[in-house]
Every structure is written in C-alpha cells, then in structure tokens.
C-alpha cells in the first residue's frame, strides 16, 4: 500500500499563502484615500467594464485586487448581506465594520478549509459626516482584517505606490488633488509622472451626498471627462 505523503499544516498553510501573494503581486494597483470631499477610489484599469470599485450600500464602497471571478463573487455577497441587513433592522445598521467582519470571516474560511485560497485582497471603506468618521478597512487573503488611516493601498508593487501616497498625503486635500496623488504613485513602475485617465477608474464616496444631490448614496463612479478634468486642475 502506497504511503500518503505528508506536509505539515505550517508548510502547508506557508505554501498558500505564498501562493496567494504572488498571485495579488501579478494584478494592478488600488488606491483608496480618504480627503475633505470624501473617500476617493483610484484603481489601475483599463476595462471599461470589469470593475475592480464598486458600490456597496449607502455610504459604503469596495475596491479589491486579484482574481476577478473571485473578488466579484465577494462583492456580489456583500451587497446581498447589506440588503437583507438593512431591510431586517435598519440603514444604519448597515456599516463597513460588520461587512468587514462577514468578509473576514469567509477569506479565513476559504483560506484554512478550502485547496486553493482566494487570490484577492479587499478594502471597505465608509464615509462619514466628517472625515473623523471615516473608516478604511483592509483585508488580505487570509482574513486578516485592519483598521487603516487615511488611505488603503492593495496590489502590485503596493509598498513602492504606498510611500508615494504616505509622503503627499495630508487630511485636507480634496477630491482632485487626493486624485492627482493616487495617478501619482500608481505610476510609479511606469517611467511617468502619472497615467492616463483612460487608464484608471475613479469613484468616489461623496461626504455630502445627501446636502448636494439629496440622496443617502454616496457613491459615485466618474467618466473620463470627469477624471481628466480633475487631473487638470491646479493643486
């Protein structure tokens, strides 16, 4: 009889989590920033359609890198847990905190009981009254789950784009200059001062949502003319 060949879980669990990091390192990176105007979403990506930002709730947005088919699924079932939570109790008890949880808790799941963990890294953000209020939530593959300051940084040569982000970033800059920074340094690896707007997505939750378009969600995805007009304007 032929002896099964063991690994012990250590290796085990090492070898998936070196499987899933080189596999986060390959895809493009995400910038989340929280600035005066609100928590803007910068994403590396050329698809028109195959979003990597994307509305969650109300007040709350997603951004992730990784395997597309994977990090939408998760989207997909965040959005179905805010619905039923928000028309079960009440809109407010919808917050980034416990979507960030119900997330962590399925990344851990995958990732200690499945073959193949999730090739993904996420960030949930939401956006308050005043920039105080805001909370960045970053999660890797593993679940691991943290709290962040200011601005979130996923994918790609992440901690190269992170200095960027850490030497301009102050609380006061508003929505275009929190922009220019995350073209920036998304830019980095490419030899230029920054990338084209057809080479980005943008969305941003707007902190006053409900005082300018009367509306609770914040959330709102910006065209290339709207990028290329932000980019423009002078710092």
Known sequence: MTQQFYVSPEQLMKDRADFARKGIARGRSVVVVSCADGIAFVAENPSPSLHKIGEIYDKIGFAAVGKYNEFESLRQAGVRYADV????????????????????????????????????????????????????????????????????????????????VRAGWESELDLAAAMRLAVKALATDKEVDALPPTAVEVAVLDRGSESSRGSRRAFRRLGAED?????????
Do not use: C
Request: glycine share 8%; net charge negative; charged share 25%.
């Open 85 to 164: 939570r928000g028309y079960s109790y009440d809109r407010e008890d919808v917050t980034a905190r416990g979507l960030a949880s119900v997330y962590a808790q399925s990344l851990g799941a995958v990732f200690t009981a499945e073959q193949k963990p999730f090739e993904v890294e996420l960030a949930v953000a939401e956006v308050g009254l005043s920039q105080a209020d805001d909370h960045l939530y970053r999660l890797t593959f593993d679940g691991s789950i943290a709290d962040e300051n200011g601005f979130v940084v996923m994918g790609g040569l992440a901690e190269q784009v992170a200095d960027v």
């Open 227 to 235: 990028i290329t007009q932000l980019l423009a304007e002078e710092a």
